[in-house]
C-alpha cells in the first residue's frame, strides 16, 4: 500500500540574499527555497512543551515546512528570517496585532520588504566580506552569520554564563564567530586575542554598524503609530499564535 501523498499546497519563497552567500553546490544558492502551508499537524510542533524549553520550537517548525532538501545550519540568519515571516504568513495570514508602549498595533506581514543588498560587495559563492578598522587601519574579513554559527555562539555563552553569571559577553563573542581573518591570519586564536585586547570599542561599534549594511535580511521593523522612527517588531508567542 502505497503511502498516502500530501495535498498541502507549497510556495516558492525568495530569499533576502539572493542566493550569493552559498557556494554552487548548496540548493541555497539559486536564492529560493520550495516551503508548504502550516497543517494541523504542525499546531502539534508549536506545542511541543520540550521544543518551547529547550528553544527550539520556531526552528523545529521551520525545518518541518522547508520542501527543499538543505542544511538548515547553512541558512544565513536573514533568510532564516524571511523563511520564518513567510511561515507566519502561510499559516495565519499576514494580519498581526500585538502591543507597543502600550498601544495596540497592528502591520501587515506580507508587506515586509528586504533590506537593500548589494551584491557587487561579494564574490558570488563566498560569504566573507572586508573591511579596514577606522583608527589604525587593521584589516578584517567577516562573514554573516548562520544558523549554526548561532548554535555555536548560544552554546559558548552557556558555558561562559557558568563561569560569571553577572558578565555579559555577547557582542565580543558575536564579533569572535563573525571575524574571519586579521590582517590576513585566519588562527582562531588570533581572532579571539584581538577581539578581547585590541579591539576598541568605537571600532567595534563601527564594525556593526557596517555588518548591519551589508547584512541580507527582511526589515523587521516598523513605525508605530505617529512616530517617525522605526523600531523593531516585537517576535513572541502571538506571533505563531495570534488568537491566544
Known amino acids: 500500500m ?10 516558492i519563497i525568495e530569499l533576502p540574499s539572493l542566493g550569493y552567500l552559498y557556494p554552487e553546490s548548496d540548493p541555497l544558492s539559486n536564492g529560493k527555497v520550495e516551503m508548504r502551508y502550516m497543517g494541523a499537524c504542525d499546531e502539534d510542533t508549536l506545542t511541543n512543551q520540550s521544543y518551547i524549553l529547550n528553544g527550539t520550537v520556531i526552528d523545529k517548525l521551520l525545518q518541518a515546512l522547508i520542501v527543499t532538501e538543505i542544511n538548515f545550519d ?18 495565519y495570514g499576514g494580519e498581526y496585532s500585538f502591543s507597543h508602549n502600550g498601544k495596540e498595533q497592528t502591520i ?47 552554546e559558548e555563552l552557556k558555558g561562559l554564563k557558568k563561569i560569571n553569571k553577572e558578565a555579559s559577553y555577547e557582542l565580543s563573542t558575536r564579533l569572535k564567530y563573525m571575524i574571519t581573518s586579521v590582517n590576513g591570519n585566519r588562527e582562531p586564536k588570533t581572532i579571539r586575542e584581538y577581539v578581547n585586547n585590541n579591539l576598541l570599542s568605537r571600532d567595534s561599534r563601527a564594525l556593526r554598524n557596517h555588518i548591519k549594511q551589508t547584512q541580507p535580511d527582511v526589515d523587521l521593523t516598523f513605525f508605530p503609530d505617529g512616530s517617525e522612527t522605526r523600531v523593531d517588531i516585537p517576535i513572541g508567542v502571538k506571533f505563531f499564535w495570534p488568537d491566544l
Open 2 to 11: 502505497e503511502p498516502t501523498k500530501s495535498t498541502i499546497p507549497t510556495e
Open 108 to 154: 501587515d506581514l506580507s508587506k515586509l520588504e528586504n533590506k537593500p543588498f548589494d551584491v557587487t560587495l561579494i564574490t558570488k559563492g563566498i560569504n566573507e566580506f572586508k573591511y579596514k578598522i577606522p583608527s589604525n587601519g587593521t584589516e578584517l574579513t567577516y562573514k554573516i552569520l548562520t544558523h549554526g554559527d548561532e548554535i555555536k555562539i548560544s
Open 74 to 91: 547553512n541558512l544565513v540568519v536573514g533568510d532564516k528570517n524571511a523563511i520564518m515571516v513567510a511561515a507566519r504568513v502561510l499559516g
